[in-house]
């Protein structure tokens, strides 16, 4: 089991800043990859960004390429996700999601990949 505890939402105007944190404590030697995706009301869960802990190779939605940058901190256990210009439409709650090692292809954008997820947190982006 792993569990997953999100940090660092809140309420930025637009252009702002904000750092999520995702810090992972368990059976985490068997994690492959840690996730990010956005869930904004009356809307899918979309994914937002990925990195592979081995090697640290990352993936990104269209809409945040350039605005966000995920990264990981191998000794805290910790994903990280910078976010700058942040618009109005970024505007969700955020959750971090974990998917173990497995024998077959995992598609790091699929929500359906993920084996844990943190509780989410806010964020809010004013215009």
């Known amino acids: 089991q792993v569990l997953l505890v999100e940090s660092g939402g809140g309420l930025v105007q637009a252009g702002g800043s904000l750092r999520l944190s995702c810090a992972a404590s368990?059976?985490?030697?068997?994690?492959?990859?840690t996730g990010w995706f956005r869930q904004a009301p009356g809307e899918e869960r979309e994914f937002v960004a990925a990195?592979?802990?081995?090697?640290?190779?990352?993936y990104y939605t269209d809409s945040v390429k350039g605005r966000f940058t995920i990264s990981r901190d191998t000794a805290k256990n910790t994903v990280y996700l910078q976010m700058n210009s942040l618009k109005p439409e970024d505007t969700a709650v955020y959750y971090c999601?974990?998917?173990?090692?497995?024998?077959?292809?995992?598609?790091?954008?699929?929500?359906?990949?993920?084996?844990?997820w943190g509780q989410g947190t806010q964020v809010t982006v004013s215009s």
């Open positions: 999601a974990a998917t173990d090692y497995s024998s077959s292809y995992i598609y790091l954008g699929k929500s359906d990949e993920y084996d844990y």
């Open positions: 368990g059976r985490t030697r068997r994690t492959y990859a």
């Open positions: 990195i592979i802990w081995s090697g640290g190779s990352t």
